[in-house]
């Protein structure tokens, strides 16, 4: 009873929060699901939010200090935590100069990120250019003008504005190639969000450009596989392949789709940017790798998070919160750089040798090992598969090059 009211609670703040919200089956059991999560994340931690507050804090201090003392540390083979430069012996860089190897895959990743950026419509569109307005409205559509008779080849536009600014966007796909839209939907509900299907004729590719969820029931539905290789066969579409991309939770839905949609289609194609972290388990991750690319840009913690991530932090910061011996004020005060206080004392007492640093990450490596609640044993946590993003994983960097 107590942690069903506890969920309760979490649901009745979910409604809160997005009382807006039309009322529905499927908006219900989403607030439930969420709910569910938050309860089991919560539960048994008897913290406030300041505690929160202190244990980032520490963390993030102990973190600088435990990184440093590895980097420093000769018994290992972590060289450096640099930004385009070998972290391990095991750190490997893409052959981009004209005859490498993997030049042609990394611009294709470029050339597909333009499709899955454009998923998003006119807003991105307009913040991403400084002209966009002005690129924006040469395409628009005008609703005071009656429509012209909309012929077979016509793409076919859904719940798209009055002007079709989306539809002006998705055009601008001409400024790469000979590409042609057949399909664009710009619903949007709970489990529902735009996708568009288009016709890569330089590259032979049908390219489906997901922004968030879709089911694979969607695309039999429409037949968008069929009506986009029938769509010229002249050119040859009816041998096209299929590439699926997304961004963000749109390109977590394109690998689950394109796993499903690989059984009837083994040449297909994916390509994920920024997936979210805790998505695929091992044994899938290692299937994915056949045919999806994942790209992850700098530090976006988009591809770094999941629930396991998630209560591996929450144990991490429980530790840290133990080691505490002064007061939440005082450790909160001395984050902020314009009132001059020194370090917290745990911070600073674990900076004085390496002996404090190795048990530090001995405490830290046996708390995230048992899994359960450091005050009381017999309370646990909750603990989750661990989880991964999909395919292979190319980690774009910025590349600081010394002068000389």
């Known amino acids: 009873k107590v942690l069903r009211a506890y969920q309760d609670s979490w649901q009745n703040r979910c409604r809160f929060l997005f009382c807006c919200s039309t009322p529905s089956d499927r908006n219900r059991n989403s607030f439930a699901d969420i ?20 244990g980032l804090v520490l963390l993030r201090k102990f973190q600088k200090i435990e990184r440093k003392a590895i980097v420093e540390q000769r018994k290992n083979d972590t060289y450096e935590f640099l930004s385009g430069v070998a972290v391990t012996p095991r750190t490997q860089f893409l052959s981009l100069h004209e005859d490498g190897a993997d030049l042609n895959l990394f611009q294709t990743v470029i050339h597909y990120a333009h499709f899955a950026v454009l998923a998003y419509g006119w807003p991105i569109f307009v913040m991403m250019n400084k002209t966009g307005v002005c690129r924006l409205c040469t395409g628009l559509h005008c609703c005071c003008i009656p429509c012209r008779k909309h012929s077979e080849t016509d793409p076919e536009i859904v719940d798209d504005n009055c002007c079709q600014c989306n539809y002006s966007v998705l055009k601008k796909l001409s400024d790469l190639g000979d590409i042609d839209v057949i399909y664009a939907t710009y619903h949007v509900d709970v489990g529902e969000t735009p996708f568009f299907v288009a016709l890569d004729y330089d590259r032979k590719k049908i390219v489906i450009s997901i922004r968030g969820t879709l089911s694979m029931k969607k695309i039999e539905q429409e037949q968008l596989i069929e009506r986009a290789r029938a769509r010229k066969p002249e050119r040859g579409t009816k041998d096209f392949e299929i590439v699926i991309v ?27 940017y920024s997936p979210p972290g805790g998505l695929l388990s091992a044994p899938a991750v290692e299937y994915t790798k056949e045919f999806t690319v994942s790209v992850v840009i700098g530090k976006d913690v988009v591809p770094r998070i999941g629930l396991h991530q998630m209560e591996t932090l929450r144990t991490d910061l429980i530790n840290a919160i133990k080691r505490s011996v002064d007061p939440k004020w005082k450790t909160i005060t001395c984050s902020i750089i314009c009132c001059g206080c020194s370090q917290p004392t745990s911070a600073v007492e674990m900076s004085t040798g390496e002996t404090e640093v190795s048990e530090y990450m001995r405490s830290k490596h046996n708390a995230r090992c048992m899994g359960i609640h450091p005050s009381d044993s017999s309370i646990a946590l909750t603990s989750h598969q661990p989880l991964y993003p999909p395919g292979r994983i190319i980690h774009v960097v910025r590349h600081h090059p010394t002068s000389g």
Request: with cysteine; net charge negative.
């Open 246 to 272: 997304g961004h963000s939770l749109g390109a977590g839905t394109a690998s689950i789709l394109g796993i499903l949609m690989r059984q009837i289609y083994p040449t297909l194609q994916c390509f994920c």
């Open 35 to 54: 709910a569910r999560l938050l309860s089991d994340f919560f539960r048994d931690l008897d913290v406030v939010p300041s505690d929160v507050v202190v």
